[in-house]
């Protein structure tokens, strides 16, 4: 399960799978980590997602798995060019204070 191509989870969950097993895997693309994590606790496959979104599901669910190997996903903060607000400059913020 995973996000369309483009996605950084979806890259490093095939790195880690290896190349060579992908030819023989289905990937079922969702546009959400809800029905990504939906399809995984009803059996029909895996799914490398944030933490943060395990956090929200019932523990029910599915049985999710740290890996150190997978920790450092970078994630970048976009806004619109000409469109730097004060939600956006105290979010910078943030992230920057906690990057250190």
């Not at 992908?22 to 606790?41: D, G, K, P, W």
């Not at 523990?59 to 920790?71: I, L, N, V």
Request: with cysteine.
């Amino acid at each position: 399960m995973a996000f369309p191509e483009g996605c950084a989870y979806r890259r490093v969950l095939q790195r880690w799978l290896g190349r060579e097993s992908l030819a023989t895997l289905r990937v079922l693309e969702f546009n959400s980590y809800h029905a990504i994590v939906a399809c995984v606790s009803s059996g029909t496959g895996i799914a490398l997602v944030p933490e943060s979104v395990l956090d929200t599901m019932p523990t029910h669910m599915c049985f999710g798995m740290r890996s150190k190997a997978q920790a450092n996903i970078t994630t970048p903060l976009v806004w619109r060019h000409g469109e730097l607000s004060p939600s956006v400059l105290a979010l910078r913020t943030l992230i920057a204070s906690l990057s250190k």
